[in-house]
């Protein structure tokens, strides 16, 4: 209980000094809270521009090395690979999301034979980077397969681990498919292989630039709100991560961020699980767009990414995690 009144109560004497201020600070961030999205591209020596993503770039292979070497070096734990796929090689059926040596699987192979475990590597397990259709599954008159999606996302799973992926993460939003995932990886030896399910995954519109960058913006037929969550709810968001966690999740993702912190702390409350943020490619792009317009300064970047703390996320995924040197000083 707060005791006292004004005048002799004034909460601005704790904030007056900087290192009282420091020393009452209820959350900060540590490099140690952050996975580093990459998108990777075929090719050698490129580094390419994503026109809808400001200082987000395109990698071929050979320049992981130097992306990776920096990760380590700023203390980030985990890289999420992102492969933008050639259209001729994409097909109804996402069938590239099964070959063996498709650029992610060549991606977790190089970086696991330089670096070992020296950092985690997570893989987003859904077909759309690999359809033509730009849907996450296989699609019947205008409908995303549920079963059929999952037979094939536990072999690309399967394909994944075995390549040496360290976090298997489903963001396809199909049901039952974290549970399949995780008999699939046991029966096969891979049972310390991690799940971290995109559990709450919403149908939004922030999320344009990455399908730029994956390069399945224009081949996108219609919307994706028959698999993921109506923006609307917030009860569902429980039943879908209660289901995940019963499944077998080994840590939960609540995506979008910012316009979602309210369903962050929500899980946070109900369910002793790590829960982790996913700043998308649209909430960056609008932030880092006005920081280059000067309509907000450039501390809205850690303020941003305070905040997924403060509603109680455990980590987060976010474009500015190559950056963090000069945003968390
Ligand atoms: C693929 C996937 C998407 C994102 C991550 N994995 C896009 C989508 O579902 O359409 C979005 C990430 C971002 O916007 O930064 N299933």
Redesign the pocket.
């Known amino acids: 209980m707060i005791t006292g009144k004004y005048p002799s109560l004034r909460l601005r004497r704790s904030r007056k000094n900087e290192w009282s201020r420091r020393l009452i600070e209820e959350n900060t961030l540590s490099p140690s809270d952050f996975i580093l ?1 990459v998108f990777i591209i075929e090719g050698k020596n490129k580094k390419q521009k994503i026109k809808s993503m400001p200082d987000v770039y395109r990698y071929t292979i050979n320049y992981l090395g130097k992306i990776v070497d920096k990760a380590i070096k700023d203390g980030i734990p985990m890289i999420a690979l ?1 492969p933008h796929t050639e259209s001729k090689r994409k097909d109804t059926l996402g069938s590239e999301a099964l070959n063996d040596d498709n650029l992610v699987c060549r991606a977790i192979q190089f970086i696991k034979k330089k670096y070992k475990n020296e950092i985690g590597i997570m893989c ?1 397990v ?1 077909l ?2 690999y359809t033509s259709h ?1 849907h ?1 599954g296989l699609i019947e008159s205008g409908y995303v397969l549920n079963d059929e999606t999952i037979d094939i996302l536990i072999k690309q799973s399967l394909l994944q681990a075995q390549m040496g992926c360290d976090v298997i993460a489903p ?2 939003m199909m049901d039952g498919r974290i549970g399949k995932i995780r008999k699939s990886l046991d029966d096969n030896g891979f049972e310390m292989t991690q799940i971290l399910s ?1 559990a709450v ?1 919403y149908a ?1 519109s ?6 730029d ?2 390069g ?1 913006k224009g081949l ?1 037929k219609g919307d ?1 709100k028959n698999y ?1 969550m109506d923006f609307k709810n917030a009860d569902e968001a429980l039943r879908e991560m209660s289901l995940d966690i019963k499944e077998g999740a080994d840590m939960v993702m609540v ?2 961020g910012m316009p979602y912190l309210d369903i962050i702390r929500l899980v946070k409350d109900n369910f002793k699980i790590p829960v982790l943020a ?7 792009s609008l932030l880092s767009n006005s920081i280059k317009k000067k309509l907000i300064d450039k501390n809205s970047i850690l303020e941003s990414l305070i905040a997924f703390k403060r509603a109680g996320a455990n980590a987060i ?1 976010s ?1 500015y995690a190559d950056r963090l040197d000069k945003i968390l000083k």
Do not use: H, M, N, T
Not at 206 to 211: I, L
């Open positions: 999205p992102f987003d859904a759309d980077p730009g996450d963001s396809d995109y995954k939004s922030f999320y344009g630039p990455f399908r960058a994956v399945s996108l994706k993921q995506k979008p996913y700043q998308v490619s649209g909430e960056y995924i474009y």
